[in-house]
């Protein structure tokens, strides 16, 4: 599996647009790119996947460069309900059956 | 919609005693998967089944073992209890391939004292 590195940490302010970068130089040619979010105390929820080039829902959009070595979460006009902790993971689909969460980024949105 | 129960949510346990862990799934979605999260830690995959039979094994200790049902319910059993069990348990569920969003339930918070 794929190893992934995030920015520990990130503050923002409400209304900017946050951006969230994760590299992952070992990326296999099946491996899926995703994005999870997490609130103190409950369970992950997903935000976004994407193989590659841009995917757009209505919450994200990911970025993903021609190499795939990284992937960009974009926030648009992130509110104090968005701090949160962000997971990028990467592998076939979710890593397949065996889905390994690296150390997230903290993202603090202040008013 | 139907979201991924657990219970029980909370349990208090003591040092070496026994804990199980149930996990219900969302309807028609073939795989579970079983995380521990510590105290300020990152979600640890524990183990995995996929249509009943167990698929992955992650940092799960001996101590434990998790099995899926007929009614593709998982329990995840917990034995000789140490203190840094301490956590929350979190299953999740997918439905069939190529979809594979994983699914979280609201996890259930142990605490071994």
């Known amino acids: 599996l794929a190893k992934t590195t995030q920015p520990i940490s990130m503050d923002s302010y409400e209304g900017q647009e946050v951006n969230i970068t994760c590299s992952h130089n070992?990326?296999?040619?099946?491996?899926?790119i995703t994005w999870y979010q997490q609130f103190p105390s409950q369970g992950p929820r997903f935000i976004i996947q994407?193989?590659?080039t841009k995917v757009t829902n209505e919450v994200a959009s990911l970025f993903i460069p021609a190499d795939r070595k990284s992937s960009t979460l974009s926030l648009p006009r992130v509110s104090l309900s968005d701090t949160a902790v962000y997971y990028c993971l990467v592998g076939l689909y979710t890593g397949g059956f065996k889905t390994i969460f690296g150390a997230g980024t903290r993202l603090f949105v202040k008013a | 919609a139907a979201g991924v129960i657990q219970s029980p949510r909370h349990l208090i346990k003591e040092k070496r005693e026994t804990a199980t862990l149930k996990c219900y799934p969302i309807?028609?979605?073939?795989?579970v998967y079983w995380y521990q999260q510590g105290p300020g830690q990152d979600p640890q995959f524990l183990i995995s089944f996929y249509e009943k039979m167990q698929s992955d094994k992650g940092s799960i200790p001996d101590r434990f073992s998790a099995q899926q049902f007929s009614d593709y319910h998982s329990e995840l059993n917990m034995s000789s209890l140490e203190l840094g069990d301490s956590a929350l348990y979190f299953c999740a569920s997918s439905p069939p391939s190529p979809v594979t969003e994983q699914f979280f339930g609201p996890g259930t918070r142990l605490t071994v004292l």
């Open positions: 994407g193989y590659k």
């Open positions: 070992n990326i296999a040619t099946n491996d899926y």
């Open positions: 309807p028609r979605h073939d795989t």
